[in-house]
């Protein structure tokens, strides 16, 4: 992954993970400084958004083709395991997860207190969080 200084036309840093050399599909979600994205390595990155270094990874058992949305201080993101994640933007901990069924490539959508995203299996899920994120 790299980050492009679009008016200078310069690469300000590049990443790849400290242990894996895998791709990544999704695109990318910013916010609170950090860079979030989903890999093939099975992982959630969080990368610092100035200096590219690395922050921490969150491992699910499957790839993650799904770009994460950030919703206040969590990133929600699916994964080929048919899990949808709710993750720390602090520390990338598992604050809970909700088992879909079939792979989850599609990206997840927030709005005031909804969440929707579908599922290999053509079903689309709306689940509605305790108080809008």
Known sequence: MLAIDWKKGE???RYSHPTTAHSFFSSPAVAGGKVVLGGRDKRLHAIDQKTGRF???FKTAGKIDSSPVIAG????????DGNLYAV???DGKLLWKFTLGG??????A???NRLLIGSRDG???CLRTKSAP
């Open 11 to 13: 690469i300000l840093w």
């Open 55 to 57: 922050l921490w990874d």
């Open 73 to 80: 201080n969590i990133v929600y993101v699916g994964s080929y």
């Open 88 to 90: 720390s933007l602090d």
């Open 103 to 108: 792979h989850i490539v599609a990206s997840p």
């Open 110 to 112: 927030v709005t005031e």
């Open 123 to 125: 079903l689309l899920f």
